[in-house]
């Protein structure tokens, strides 16, 4: 091999293809023969179309999940699937807590990367006049970009309280309102979540993070209210009109999450030797959920995500200063109320059915939602009768969706469902396709105005590079997963 | 300072590079420039402050995981970026590194930003010796 040679993992897509059978006409699964040492079936949520789109890495990345200890059911990838570390993006696995293992690469480097919803009384006719305005002053006072510092400086001790108590701390200290915490995931606290088990390394980088937006695909996008297609959902959620203002922001836990991740994955892949383990790929190194080793990550793991849903609340209470400043009213008067924050990062105990008893498993989503349906426990009590609403960010082109968890999710995909669009194309060859300029003066043509920390950066997140989001959305309905409430279009965005 | 080229079909969420050097020395400072050259233009990085950087590990392939891994940490915590590397590794029972860099501090006004590298993979993470020195594929997360 030399540096013009390489090989392409995402080819060869047709052996993959040839094993697949389809099981109903959004899921396609692969037996247990596909691959030596599979315990379960591998199964891929999709239409014949996005199937046919995925690429090989997939294929191989689902079917070695398929490998992992304990795994029960199927090992799933969602609609808007493509290739990860270890596991695919949209990959989804339980694991038996006491005969299975939990690996970081099912849960990704951005421990908690997530999605939260922020609504507004604004209509588009009020926000158009002033978009320039709103954008600019949300670029200037929601750090972004390589290295951005944030703007709530935190002692040690605090990190920790952070770490530990997540949006809580943020709550106590004035940076978002109490009923911020009850729509957020787990009311934004895993309990687990232990300060001793990061290293000073995640800790040292992470200081200084609280309250920026990172680069990449993570923004904060000014939207409107398109298509409502459930009102009596959508109302709950306190969306009301076509071209209703809504601001939704994706990030997550920064240098933070990722230290402690590599932390842990190196310590995995030293520890598996001991445990017995081989897995087809270093980045699923795993160990036993009840070892020491494990248990300590899924600690170190929740105050990772901790981390990640204070930061989005301290960017969220950014966003409402902005708007409160550049509409004269306060946030209160905008009614900016948090339709719910999400996470798409994370693995969490849960309990569902398998085999017609609840057992309790250690749920990863990577690249996926939770999307628990009406009466659930875990649900808020305000959404209690209609489930959990679940946030699908799009590309920065061509929209996102609000959704709601039906009552179908728990018994087919442990309660989850798509993250995203999902790529489609590379960011080095969507850079050669388009400049971040000529993107930023063409979606201005189209009404959206953007303000990017780095023009290549832009060029990447183009329309294109991305899924049909509505064909990814649509799927998951068909599969009786989660729902369509609302699609969303975007007017504004900030972007790392 | 060249020799690294970006695979435009790998990593499709995040970026792989593979990288060249006649030797270790060189193999290193080239993924140390690629990385720093993801991050941002490295022609608007000026040399105004210098760190040195010293490491060991039992395998080339580890050390170099680690050596990349330190540029993100320095960049997250100190805040520094670089665009002048070089790289002097010693094999003896172990391999270590002595890494002298030059850079400034970020600045977006001064520097071009391109993607924040967050995390350095161990995904077809590979080291190796090619007929005309050593080659290294690095996957990081962005």
Not at chain 2, 97 to 112: F, I, K, M, S, Y
Request: glycine content about 8%; some cysteine; proline content about 3%.
């Amino acid at each position: 091999m030399d540096i013009d040679e390489h090989e392409n993992p995402r080819a060869n897509t047709s052996q993959a293809l040839s094993a697949v059978t389809k099981s109903s006409p959004v899921t396609w699964d692969i037996p247990t023969s596909y691959k030596k040492g599979m315990l379960v079936p591998a199964r891929i949520f999709a239409t014949q179309k996005l199937l046919q789109e995925m690429d090989a890495g997939v294929f191989e990345q689902v079917t070695n999940v398929a490998c992992l200890p304990g795994i029960q059911k199927h090992a799933y990838c969602m609609p808007d699937g493509h290739w990860g570390y270890g596991f695919p993006i949209g990959g989804v696995a339980a694991m038996d807590v006491d005969e299975g293992v939990i690996s970081p690469g099912g849960i990704g480097f951005d421990i908690n990367c997530g999605m939260r919803l922020v609504t507004t009384n604004l209509l588009y006719k009020d926000v158009e006049p002033k978009l320039k305005q709103l954008v600019e002053t949300l670029f200037r006072h929601v750090p972004s970009g390589v290295g951005a510092k944030g703007f709530v400086k935190l002692t040690q001790s605090e990190f920790s309280d952070v770490v530990t108590t997540g949006p809580k701390w943020c709550i106590d200290h004035d940076l978002g309102w109490d009923e911020d915490l009850e729509r957020t995931e787990e009311s934004g606290c895993i309990t687990n979540a232990n300060p001793e088990k990061i290293s000073d390394k995640a800790v040292a980088r992470g200081i200084n993070q609280l309250g920026t937006l990172g680069s990449g695909n993570h923004y904060l996008e000014v939207q409107i209210a398109g298509n409502i297609f459930d009102e009596k959902v959508a109302k709950k959620f306190g969306i009301i009109d076509q071209n209703q203002v809504v601001v939704m922001l994706h990030c997550g836990s920064r240098g933070f999450g990722h230290q402690v991740a590599t932390d842990y994955l190196l310590r995995f892949n030293a520890a598996m030797q001991k445990y017995g383990i081989t897995v087809n790929d270093r980045e699923l190194a795993c160990a036993p959920f009840q070892s020491d080793e494990g248990q300590d990550y899924y600690q170190a793991m929740a105050g990772a995500a901790n981390m990640a849903f204070a930061n989005r609340q301290v960017i969220v209470h950014r966003i409402r200063e902005c708007f409160s400043s550049v509409f004269g009213k306060s946030a209160e008067d905008l009614a900016m109320h948090q339709v719910y924050d999400v996470a798409h990062n994370i693995a969490k105990v849960e309990n569902h059915k398998v085999d017609g008893k609840m057992r309790k498993l250690v749920v990863h989503r990577k690249g996926a939602t939770r999307c628990f349906g009406p009466g659930e426990p875990e649900v808020p009590s305000c959404y209690e009768n209609i489930g959990q609403p679940v946030i699908i960010g799009g590309s920065m082109e061509t929209g996102s969706y609000l959704l709601v968890g039906m009552k179908g999710a728990r018994d087919q995909t442990f309660g989850s469902t798509a993250h995203g669009s999902g790529r489609t194309m590379s960011r080095a060859a969507a850079k050669k396709q388009v400049r971040g300029e000529a993107l930023q003066q063409e979606m201005a043509k189209r009404g959206i105005f953007v303000k990017s920390a780095s023009m290549p950066g832009l060029a990447e997140e183009a329309g294109f590079a991305y899924k049909d989001i509505s064909a990814v959305v649509d799927t998951m309905e068909q599969a009786g997963v989660s729902k369509k409430v609302v699609a969303l279009r975007p007017i504004g965005n900030v972007k790392g | 300072m060249p020799r690294y080229r970006i695979l435009d079909d790998v990593a499709i969420a995040d970026i792989c590079f593979i990288a060249e050097g006649k030797d270790l020395n060189e193999l290193f400072a080239h993924a140390a420039f690629a990385v720093e050259d993801i991050m941002m233009d490295t022609k608007t990085v000026k040399p105004r402050v210098e760190r040195t950087i010293r490491l060991e590990q039992d395998k080339e392939e580890d050390l170099l995981y680690d050596f990349l891994s330190e540029l993100v940490f320095i960049k997250d915590t100190d805040g520094l970026v670089f665009s002048d590397i070089k790289v002097t590794i010693q094999k003896g029972k172990t391999c270590s590194l002595t890494a002298v860099l030059r850079g400034e501090t970020l600045d977006p006004n001064r520097q071009t930003l391109r993607a924040d590298v967050k995390a350095i993979t161990l995904h077809m993470f590979k080291i190796e010796k090619t007929k005309t020195g050593w080659l290294c594929q690095v996957v990081v997360d962005i």
